[in-house]
């Protein structure tokens, strides 16, 4: 069978109409994490799956209490709200927001309150000197700044609770946006902790003409409390035939406020659509599965956390590789972003990326992916490298390492009150979820499809040839123009060999994976390698001397990671706000540092250099493999903050 049978049957049973339907059901739920809304939500889809015809699903439950239960990831803690509102009682009297009109508008995690305090507004809360000279104790403070970046300063000054707001970006053409904001109190915390709420920048700016000529005081009232709870994480299989080829992963969180629509209640609905037509056409023996499915509605982060430790620890579990849909049916229309997929990690070579690339390029323009009531114009999609911000993350490091790569869209809606059932396209559905089916079945199967993979790698081998070639021409012709930088020169000498190490890994990833290859295509493609290793090797830079003498040792010693699971990059952010407040000041190295971490597309730079150290590798290795996966080789200077401070935190040792 051909790829294009393959996405011809699987469009025939998906369906992007029902994907939307379910979708909307899930989006109706107040999904915040080990709450019980989000385990009616849960509810939901076990009840279709029990619908379906489904016997293997479970519920499995993880505790939340705010402790640092799971490698260095805090567990939430359980929080309940049944009510809540906040209104100006002085110099007028009106509501500003209620929870039972806009869930957004309260931050999740506020504790139990009943107050009346004066407002008082301070657009830099970050600042703590500020925060002292206005005298915030008793008081509720209004800002835009990020309540992760405020909430211990502001407590700790004895605030009473905080009013956030969008910035002047964020707010721009939608005034009456509220965003969602959480207080994710810890152990460490919870007791500081008070509440918060969240309304839209036209309010914030009332409230300010208001402060502009008198005292402001304001009512809040919230019915909730925190409480030592459960996190729940619903799991289900289709088993394939062989015990020891493993399972392929397919994972959505559940979570968020109501109704976070494309975010992400479109990947839990989309995914309970695909495992429903996987589960038909596997019964109708379309394919017959080798390998395993294993379908994941989680808590995101917090729960796939501890469900990831349970398998390693129990020693059975034996994944091939992870994807995860997260925010998948943004109406075109209406968002205008284009469909991205971020790729697995230059970490683990592999053939993932080159089979969703050409079956993306099979999928994008089939008219047999156009729902009657969708979108009906060509797919947008863009492949980008390996990015964070979701749960794909978590299998890609430490203790997992499998390819994971994430479905998605940008979306200016994300995390607010105004990401609707209406931005999401039944056609976006299909075409995804259409994607995902067609890379799960043509991978379940070692025979059926193994010439298809092997050509879509070719593909992908030759698209990568020509971008290796075209940045090392670019480089040595800037390398004349300006006085040699020995690591950079290591980094270009080293290119070739790394190069070529890897697609050899890929081109073994797919000989481990599939059997009964056309022997001739085989043959070129190890020809095509060996070819264009030495036509590559001719523009390699070649030193008389070894530049290594020449680059500082911190390049040349291996490193090695001294925490354990997947790393926290939260953590480091956490550590550079509390030196800034010891210090009152970051110094340039640190500020450097915290510009690199933000700079990069969802965190995707830092963290490929976290995925690459594998206690084997040198930095010039990591830099080396680093330049591979996104044609640049990033400002040293920031990279050596980065590493030297990993090794000052005791996160990594040289050797």
């Known amino acids: 069978m051909s790829l294009e049978n393959l996405i011809k049957i699987v469009s025939k049973e998906l369906s992007g109409e029902r994907a939307k339907r379910y979708t909307e059901k899930v989006s109706n739920y107040h999904r915040i994490q080990a709450s019980s809304g989000f385990l009616d939500a849960i509810g939901f889809i076990k009840s279709e799956l029990e619908r379906i015809g489904d016997k293997n699903y479970k519920v499995e439950e993880f505790i939340a209490d705010g402790k640092k239960n799971n490698y260095s990831w805090y567990s939430p803690i359980s929080w309940e709200i049944n009510d809540g509102f906040l209104r100006m009682i002085e ?25 009346k305090a004066e407002l008082v507004d301070i657009e830099d809360a970050t600042n703590k000197e500020i925060l002292k000279k206005e005298n915030i104790e008793g008081k509720i403070v209004l800002t835009s700044a990020s309540i992760k970046s405020i909430k211990e300063k502001i407590f700790e000054l004895g605030a009473l609770g905080v009013i956030i707001y969008p910035t002047e970006k964020r707010a721009v053409g939608k005034e009456n946006l509220i965003q ?77 406020p109501y109704p976070s629509a494309n975010d992400n209640a479109s990947g839990s609905g989309l995914l309970l659509e695909i495992f429903r037509t996987l589960k038909k056409l596997v019964e109708k023996k379309i394919v017959v599965p080798k390998r395993s499915i294993r379908f994941l ?43 991205t997929v971020s790729q697995s990690s230059v970490s683990i070579p592999f053939f993932l990326n080159d089979l ?58 994300w995390h607010t009150n105004l990401d609707t059932i209406e931005k999401v396209d039944s056609t976006e559905l299909k075409r995804v979820g259409v994607l995902t089916v067609s890379t799960v079945l043509s991978s379940i199967n070692e025979t059926q499809f193994s010439n298809e993979i092997l050509l879509s790698y070719i593909t992908g081998f030759m698209k990568r040839k020509s971008q290796v070639i075209a940045f090392l021409q670019n480089k040595l012709q ?5 006085s040699a930088n020995y690591v950079e020169l290591s980094i270009l000498e080293r290119l070739c060999d790394t190069f070529f190490d890897n697609e050899k890994e890929k081109v073994r990833s797919i000989k481990n994976h599939f059997k009964n290859f ?28 070894s530049s290594n003498i020449k680059i500082d040792e911190l390049y040349l010693k291996k490193i090695e990671r001294k925490w354990k699971g997947p790393f926290n ?33 969802f965190g995707g730079s830092v963290l490929e250099l976290i995925n690459l150290i594998n206690n084997r590798r040198t930095l010039l290795d990591i830099l080396v493999n680093y330049t591979l996966a996104f044609y640049n080789i990033p400002e040293l200077s920031a990279i050596e903050n980065f590493f030297k401070y990993l090794k000052s935190k005791e996160l990594i040792k040289l050797s």
């Not at 990831?308 to 994807?323: A, D, R, S």
Request: hydrophobic share 35%; proline share 5%; glycine share 6%.
């Open 91 to 115: 110099p007028e009297c009106f509501y500003l927001c209620r929870f039972n009109e806009t869930p957004e508008s309260i931050a999740t995690h506020s504790k139990k309150t009943d107050v």
């Open 180 to 256: 969602y904001v959480g207080l994710w109190p810890n152990e460490e915390d919870a007791e500081m902790t008070t509440f918060g709420f969240s309304i839209s920048r036209k309010q914030a700016m009332m409230l300010k003409n208001y402060l502009k000529k008198e005292k402001v005081v304001l009512h809040a009232k919230i019915d909730s409390k925190l409480y030592t709870g459960k996190l729940h994480v619903l799991t289900t299989k289709i088993d394939g035939n062989s015990k020891n080829d493993g399972e392929i992963v397919l994972i959505a969180h559940i979570c968020h």
């Open 297 to 339: 509605w989680v808590p995101e982060f917090n729960g796939t956390i501890p469900w990831i430790k349970k398998q390693v620890e129990e020693g059975i579990w034996n994944p091939v590789f992870c994807i995860n849909l997260d925010m998948v049916g943004e109406h075109p229309g209406i968002i205008g972003e284009p469909f």
């Open 356 to 413: 969703i690339a050409e079956l993306i390029e099979k999928c994008k323009d089939n008219p047999l992916l156009i729902e009657q009531s969708g979108w009906n114009h060509p797919w947008n999609c863009r492949m980008k490298p390996f990015a964070g911000g979701s749960d794909h993350i978590l299998f890609t490091d430490e203790p997992v390492r499998i390819p994971s790569v994430m479905f998605g869209h940008e979306d200016r809606f």
């Open 478 to 482: 800037n390398l004349q123009k300006k």
């Open 518 to 545: 056309n022997e001739e295509l085989l043959e070129f493609v190890e020809s095509e390698l060996n070819h264009t290793k030495n036509e590559i090797n001719k523009l390699t830079p070649k030193s008389e001397t």
């Open 569 to 601: 990059i939260s953590e480091i952010f956490s550590l550079l706000n509390k030196e800034k407040e010891q210090e009152n000041i970051l110094k340039e190295e640190e500020k450097s540092l915290i510009k690199f971490i933000q700079s990069s597309y």
